[in-house]
């Protein structure tokens, strides 16, 4: 396929994807964009395949530089020294759908009162570089378990969707096209972000084109091609290192006591950071202590709270029969 049917397929799906309403739907792109409905939905389809494909290549974990720049980062924002150890920020999205489900509404109903997808993703504070996502979970879902249950996620199957899903959800493949198509455009939004240099889109590029092909993109975007060779081996075992050290971290561990290890560690670094604050602004912790804190209440409220618990399990204890 020469490089001008590429250009004209990716300019064709890129449009339709980055709009929405009225202009969103797959009549209004190939008016716009002057060819039938049906290469609309193939060129989409061709370009979201090609994007995952992408998925390795472009969505890598940061390089120790990196990792680096985000925790002096991390440091100089906040002021404490010692929170430079977090240089990694999760957050959850949610995408809206244009259309109610017609496979599990209710599921896809979010706590903000429309349907969506729930979308979390790991980013460099300081360069909102995303290196980690997870994508396919209804709206209804937490982000903590969105991400607790990444690994049963379309086996990982991320520009944001800022204006919602366009297509419709009546079968369980229309499911796995949505999360493939908002994958396909967060990888699409991190190569624009991290592939703003020559060298590295002369070296993406080198492998499927020739070099008059790649000096022409290049030239086209007034960059000059030089070698990335040494940049790319090292992104991939920086991405090989972390796989494995994941891996082995997680090994023979069972979903619920996976989710038991993540939460219980959060929580212990959570009241570290937070008596570092506390040195580090020479101020008292007030109406609360560690084990109120890791419920996220006060010191009345988690007492009253035990309280409550504990007289549960006195009634149930003596409304239960003996068993002999």
């Known amino acids: 396929m020469s490089l001008n049917r590429v250009q004209e397929i990716l300019s064709v799906a890129l449009y339709r994807l980055g709009h929405s309403g009225n202009g969103g739907g797959e009549c209004d792109a190939a008016l716009q964009c002057g060819c039938s ?61 244009a259309w109610k489900p017609g496979v599990c509404s209710r599921e896809h109903f979010c706590y903000k009162g429309f349907h969506s997808m729930n979308v979390v ?37 991320c520009l944001y969707l800022d204006k919602g899903y366009c297509g419709n959800i009546y079968h369980v493949e229309d499911c796995i096209t949505t999360a493939q198509t908002i994958h ?6 991190t190569f624009a972000s991290r592939y703003d240099h020559p060298a590295n889109i002369a070296d993406l590029l080198l492998p499927s084109f020739s070099e008059d092909e790649v000096h022409e993109v290049v030239q086209g975007l007034q960059l000059d091609v030089t070698d990335a060779q040494d940049l ?21 561990m069972l979903q619920y006591a996976l989710s038991r290890h993540r939460s219980s560690a959060a929580h212990d670094l959570q009241e570290e950071m937070l008596q570092v604050l ?47």
């Open 278 to 324: 506390f040195r580090s602004t020479g101020r008292n912790e007030e109406d609360t202590t560690a084990l109120s804190r890791c419920h996220e209440k006060t010191t009345v409220d988690y007492n009253a709270m035990t309280q409550s618990a504990s007289a549960q399990r006195q009634v149930r204890a003596l409304t239960q029969p003996f068993l002999i």
């Open 184 to 189: 396909a455009c967060i990888v699409a939004h």
């Open 37 to 97: 409905v049906g290469s609309i939905v193939a060129y989409t389809n061709h370009t979201v395949t090609g994007l995952l494909e992408l998925n390795n290549e472009v969505m890598q974990f940061a390089l120790e530089e990196e990792r680096k720049h985000a925790a002096v980062w991390v440091c100089n924002t906040t002021g404490v020294e010692e929170w430079g150890k977090g240089w990694l920020v999760v957050d959850g999205t949610h995408v809206p759908l």
């Open 232 to 252: 790319r081996r090292t992104r991939h075992s920086n991405q090989q290192e972390y796989e494995l050290d994941l891996a082995t971290a997680t090994q023979g």
């Open 121 to 157: 993703l790991v980013i460099l504070p300081h360069s909102l570089q995303i290196v980690k996502l997870v994508v396919g979970q209804p709206g209804s879902i937490q982000d903590s378990k969105v991400w607790a249950s990444a690994s049963n996620i379309l086996k990982k199957p």
